[in-house]
Structures are given as structure tokens and as C-alpha cells.
């Protein structure tokens, strides 16, 4: 059974920062890539960020770029998004998914597996 398992979500103020952590199992983590999505009510599900299996390379959307930070301890089959001067505008759940094959990293349709998703509420 794969399975995917996101924490670490919270209430923060802007300008704060949160670590997301997504627990993986079911599957060897250094085979697959991983990325993170967020959405907010009422929008569709976009990439925040991801990270390849095979040279480690990462991809960030353009609102996150050098703000997030996203990196694997396969060791611990756990993938982590460090959020930094978060905003009102990331406030989303956010999910992290996995795929053997990727074609479009960012793209949601790309990915086999979620998890169930943890909040994110960047508020005064």
C-alpha cells in the first residue's frame, strides 16, 4: 500500500514560517519523485514545488521562489517543505504527491499518489 502522510501545517503570522513534513511508505522514496501542491477554496490545485529521484534537481513556483525550500532524507522515506516570510496568499492545504514517471513536474495530473493534505492559515 503506498502511502503519503502530510504534518506540520499551522496558524502562522505573515512573515513566519512552518516545515512540512510528508511521511512516505509503500514504496522506495529515491525511485520517485515527489512534489508539493497547495489549494486554496474554491481554486484549482497547483505545484508549489518538487524534487527530482534521479539528480536531486528542484522546481519552485515562481510566487514560492526563495521563500521554500524543499528537500528528501531517504533515510527516513520523509520529504519536507520549508516555508519562510509566509503570506496571507499561501494560505492553502497543501498535499504532497508521488510518481515514478513525471512528465510535467508541476502539473498535478502528473502524479499517482496523495496524501490527505495539511492546512496552512497565514494570518494576523
Known amino acids: 500500500q503506498v502511502q503519503l502522510v502530510e504534518s506540520g501545517g499551522g496558524l502562522v503570522q505573515p512573515g513566519g514560517s512552518l516545515r512540512l513534513s510528508c511521511a512516505v511508505s509503500g514504496f522506495t522514496l529515491d525511485y520517485y519523485a515527489i512534489g508539493w501542491f497547495r489549494q486554496a477554496p474554491g481554486k484549482e490545485r497547483e505545484g508549489v514545488s518538487c524534487i527530482s529521484s534521479s539528480d536531486g534537481s528542484t522546481y519552485y513556483a515562481d510566487s514560492v521562489k526563495g521563500r521554500f525550500t524543499i528537500s528528501r532524507d531517504n533515510a527516513k522515506n520523509t520529504v519536507y517543505l520549508q516555508m519562510n516570510s509566509l503570506k496571507p496568499e499561501d494560505t492553502a492545504v497543501y498535499y504532497c504527491?508521488?510518481?515514478?514517471?513525471?512528465?510535467?513536474?508541476?502539473?498535478?495530473?502528473?502524479?499517482?499518489?496523495w496524501g490527505q493534505g495539511t492546512q496552512v492559515t497565514v494570518s494576523s
Open positions: 504527491a508521488t510518481a515514478l514517471m513525471v512528465v510535467a513536474a508541476m502539473h498535478p495530473s502528473s502524479y499517482d499518489y
